[in-house]
């Protein structure tokens, strides 16, 4: 059973648009969330995270909204750039668990056309 | 510096060699982790180490075997491995001292076993 859910495989947005990245997550106790972007044979490089306390973080052109209630939260990125096309993964912590496990979800390719 | 360093970046072997990998970082974290990952696939965590200390085997062959020499080393030693074992193998590490955690990937060793 898939914990952590992104339900568009790929996604293309014009350059300087936005681009809206989705994940949903159906284990409750998840409290901690991070997007990860990913080029082909790279190791994946850490974005911007938000804890289950907080509904928005923002870091420069990325923001990450959080729905506790719906359970999904979004990644914005505006405005959209070439060198962004890239996997991007959503991955969640369940903190109380006692382990450090982070589950992914199966990734979204994002192509930011020029 | 958030940086986690891997070597080699590229690695070929028989299934009857016997090789290693290597990982390092140097920002004082006391979580390490082993993943592997496939094309198009997440992240699949196999192992991982809390305080120099094997805290998670995630059911992965003995044909993999973990070492961690110090709190900034992290190796996988490879014996006797099977073509389906071609794949990105990823470093990460996280302080291991909150529960608000980012793990801190490595750019990856890609294996190739003939």
């Known amino acids: 059973d898939q914990q952590v859910k992104q339900n568009s495989p790929s996604l293309s947005v014009q350059e300087g648009r936005i681009s809206i990245l989705n994940c949903d997550y159906t284990?409750?106790?998840?409290?901690?969330f991070l997007w990860y972007k990913k080029y082909p044979a790279e190791g994946p490089t850490f974005l911007i995270s938000?804890?289950?306390?907080?509904d928005k973080n923002e870091d420069g052109r990325f923001t990450v909204f959080l729905n506790k209630s719906a359970k999904h939260l979004s990644l914005h990125i505006v405005p959209s750039q070439p060198g962004d096309s890239a996997v991007y993964f959503c991955a969640a912590r369940d903190s109380g668990a006692g382990s450090y496990q982070l589950t992914f979800g199966k990734g979204t390719k994002l192509s930011v056309i020029p | 510096d958030t940086e986690v360093t891997q070597t080699p970046k590229h690695l070929v072997m028989g299934m009857t060699n016997k090789k290693s990998l290597k990982c390092e970082q140097h920002?004082?974290?006391?979580?390490m982790y082993w993943y592997k990952q496939k094309a198009k696939k997440p992240p699949e965590l196999m192992f991982v180490y809390s305080y120099e200390k094997l805290s998670i085997n995630e059911s992965v062959p003995s044909r993999f075997s973990p070492e961690c020499p110090n709190s900034s080393l992290l190796n996988l030693h490879l014996h006797a491995l099977q073509p389906e074992d071609s794949a990105l193998y990823l470093c990460?590490?996280?302080?291991?001292?909150?529960?608000?955690?980012?793990?801190?990937f490595g750019p990856g060793t890609r294996l190739l076993v003939l």
């Open positions: 284990n409750s106790m998840f409290d901690y």
């Open positions: 990460a590490s996280s302080s291991g001292q909150g529960s608000l955690e980012t793990q801190y």
């Open positions: 920002m004082g974290h006391r979580a």
């Open positions: 938000i804890s289950s306390i907080k």
